[in-house]
């Protein structure tokens, strides 16, 4: 069983278009993440966000970039204007102080 | 720009022989050590952690640490097909529980 859901699987947009990425944590854990892996290449950090606010940011992650948890449960990534080099697979995450990160089954991104 | 290290591969080992992967990092004050494996087009799901120095066992997995040199790997005994896959290492940054490096990953390649 996942404990971490992210929605869609597969989302295509046009290049400068917004996308809201979903992801639901089952149970309530403390910190969440967001990460990016663009085909081939690692694994990279986004954001992290602890009690309803980011907790630390990689260079990454831009003004185009922000994260909400609108409802207590939903925790999205928003891209305002996407780009052709924002296309990869973006995962959610979550773990406790230290302990190892548990993934959603990621989105892929496709921006044309 | 902390940095984990690893040989891309591709690694191929008959069926039943012992598969030995492996990661340096560059972060001395790092602290915990983990090993995710990723199918193609799937997201990141943790096979191993490991905090202290020497081997750790999982069932045909084994990890091992060494900090003094700044090494971790993972041997996979009695080598399946199924454990074809790409293998990353994962740091979490000194001092900072919650920010984790990742390699770029070895592909692994089990022979029937």
């Known amino acids: 069983e996942p404990e971490v859901t992210q929605t869609p699987s597969h989302q295509v947009t046009q290049m400068g278009q917004e996308v809201i990425l979903r992801c639901v944590p089952i149970s309530n854990h403390l910190y969440f993440y967001w990460y990016r892996q663009i085909l081939g290449q690692k694994v990279e950090f986004l954001v992290s966000?602890?009690?309803?606010?980011?907790?630390?940011k990689s260079e990454i992650f831009d003004d185009q970039f922000s994260v909400e948890r609108p409802d207590g449960s939903n925790f999205t990534l928003k891209i305002r204007s996407t780009k052709l080099e924002d296309s990869a697979m973006y995962f959610c995450a979550r773990n406790r102080e230290g302990s190892p990160l548990h993934f959603g089954n990621g989105t892929r991104l496709t921006v044309t | 720009q902390k940095e984990v290290e690893q040989n891309s591969g591709p690694l191929s080992v008959p069926e039943g022989a012992i598969a030995s992967l492996n990661c340096t990092y560059s972060?001395?004050?790092?602290?915990?050590f983990f090993w995710y494996r990723q199918y193609s087009g799937k997201s990141p799901e943790l096979i191993m952690f490991?905090?202290?120095?020497g081997d750790k066992e999982d069932g045909r997995f084994t990890a091992q640490l060494n900090k003094a040199s700044q090494y971790v790997s993972l041997l996979i005994r009695d080598s399946q097909p199924s454990d074809s896959a790409t293998y990353l290492c994962?740091?979490?940054?000194?001092?900072?529980?919650?920010?984790?490096?990742f390699g770029s990953g070895t592909k692994l390649n089990v022979k029937p």
């Open positions: 972060d001395r004050g790092s602290q915990s």
């Open positions: 490991i905090y202290s120095n």
């Open positions: 994962a740091v979490i940054e000194g001092g900072n529980f919650n920010k984790f490096y």
């Open positions: 966000f602890y009690n309803n606010e980011i907790s630390e």
